[in-house]
């Protein structure tokens, strides 16, 4: 029976019934000026064909010349990922036709990676921590870039024509291949996810790379396969390429899972087989049969000498590493005083550097979290975009609480503060005077909407002369609402008392 034609397995399901095993290989695209082998600038965005040599070109005779930046952007990466760096390493040719591969080759290394024998401790939303192991971290070249135009997937598969951009030919890549990664049961979609966003925060801490994944900085090949128990042999594998997003991961992951077992209901056998990801209908569809290393064809690259890192220089990147990702999350929920499950939501919610930065423009520590992970949040959920895509800074948020914290407005005229900013209207300072919003500081206007409050409820303005303050919220109330929530309701109350005892 083709798999093409089975239904999927009820996830619940299919992860009772069989043990899943994925394996993760992330490329990250290194931030370096230069190409991996060449002069040509490695910028993003340029025309195309425009950011191109010889070398990333292919034209014969055009000689590489390794990068020393990427080699230490690599080693530091190795390092972070708690791996050994070798004593000695080199590049290989790997052997395959694809059309943004002008060289027919993809210079890249194979029994012989820079960085070897590490693992990277995740910390999933419920504060468990689980460890991934590293098999090696590898440095290579990226591709070009294929544009098929025609057809209503943009896959070659009915293009009119393609196009090939060599300016990403040659990018310096490193490649991070997990060992495989077991005992994760119904949370490995979770594991996966979270593996991957760990990776792309230690990009950023080392600064090795933007790690932008809407721009192919960080993209993941996910292997899944199933297993009938934790001590059957490994399942036959899928690898689905070039995942570039941490929803996306979790959810090929998923669907993998069931798409398996519902194949391996039916009788029959799952392929090793490449698959693209879909994201607008959540699925994956078959690419081509998995190649093998052996199809490769791999042999030693000799146009390049072996890598010899220096002790001494290893221990200079090592020595000069940041504070990584897990450390900095420890220091900061310390120094902001958040207890566990506070900062699992703020980390969770991808708003660790947003707060941080909005406590580095003034505001508490309580109230750049009350404002990140409250009404922002909701916003974010609402419009169905990430707290970071909103269009508001740190900044901002700072300034805004900066105007609460004077008393020029509440947290009730704050809130339509925000609502204006994010409406684009300015900055919190511009929207405060053209909504007219802020607080109401004159005793004058105050007393006036006293005494109406007071005259309308006279029966109210008795019970408190009587020592009853229980009915001296309704009056603040219609204060408050007499000034349109602009009055400070402490101040209020003391004049309401001055008022009736006078």
């Known amino acids: 029976m083709s798999a093409a034609l089975v239904d999927l397995v009820d996830y ?72 050994s760096i070798a004593e000695s390493c080199r590049f290989a040719r ?114 090795v790379s933007e790690a932008r994944m809407e721009r192919g900085n960080v993209r993941a090949d996910v292997n899944v396969s199933l297993r009938p128990t934790p001590e059957s042999p490994l399942g036959t594998r899928t690898e689905t390429k070039n995942v570039n997003s941490f929803r996306s991961v979790e959810r090929s992951v998923r669907y993998e899972i069931s798409r398996q077992a519902a194949v391996l209901d039916a009788g029959a056998t799952v392929t090793q087989e490449t698959r693209h990801w879909h994201e607008d209908t959540g699925s994956t569809t078959s690419g081509r049969i998995k190649s093998d290393a052996e199809d490769y064809r791999y042999f030693p690259e000799p146009d390049l000498a072996p890598i010899v890192p220096d002790r001494a220089w290893i221990e200079e990147i090592r020595a000069a590493l940041p504070e990584l990702p897990a450390a900095r999350r420890r220091r900061l929920q310390g120094e902001w005083g958040y207890a566990d499950a506070e900062m699992r939501d703020v980390v969770n919610a991808g708003a660790v550097e947003l707060i941080e930065a909005t406590v580095a423009a003034g505001a508490s520590p309580a109230a750049a979290r009350k404002w990140w992970m409250g009404e922002l949040a909701r916003t974010a959920k609402q419009q169905e975009v990430e707290l970071a895509d909103l269009p508001i800074t740190p900044a901002q948020i700072g300034a805004l609480q900066s105007l609460v914290d004077s008393g020029r407005i509440n947290d009730k005229l704050a809130r339509q503060v925000l609502e204006g900013v994010l409406a684009g209207e300015g900055e919190p300072e511009a929207v405060v005077v053209a909504r007219g919003l802020e607080v109401v500081s004159d005793d004058g206007p105050l007393l006036d909407a006293i005494d109406a409050a007071l005259a309308a409820q006279p029966d109210l303005a008795e019970k408190i002369r009587g020592g009853n303050q229980g009915p001296i919220g309704a009056i603040i109330g219609a204060v408050m609402k007499a000034t349109r929530g602009q009055a400070d309701a402490g101040r209020v109350r003391e004049l309401v008392l001055e008022r009736l005892k006078g």
């Open 12 to 83: 619940d399901e299919a992860v009772a019934r069989f043990d899943p095993v994925i394996g993760i290989e992330v490329h990250v695209e290194l931030g370096t000026a230069t190409k991996m082998f060449d002069g040509a600038p490695a910028g993003f965005g340029e025309e195309p064909n425009t950011s191109v040599t010889p070398v990333s070109l292919g034209l014969p005779g055009a000689l590489p010349v390794v990068n020393e930046k990427a080699v230490e952007y690599a080693i530091r990466i190795g390092l972070a990922l708690n791996c």
């Open 94 to 207: 790997k052997n395959y036709f694809y059309p943004d591969v002008p060289k027919n080759f993809q210079t890249s290394q194979y029994d012989e990676p820079i960085a070897f024998d590490g693992y990277v401790d995740v910390e999933l939303e419920d504060g468990t921590v689980f460890r991934v192991d590293i098999e090696r971290a590898h440095m290579e070249e990226d591709a070009g870039k294929n544009t098929h135009v025609g057809g209503s997937t943009g896959r070659i598969h009915g293009a009119e024509y393609s196009l090939v951009d060599y300016n990403r030919a040659g990018i310096p890549l490193v490649e991070i291949v997990t060992r495989p990664i077991t005992g994760a049961g119904e949370r490995a979609p979770e594991v996966a996810r979270r593996y991957v966003q760990t990776l792309r925060d230690l990009f950023r801490a080392l600064e």
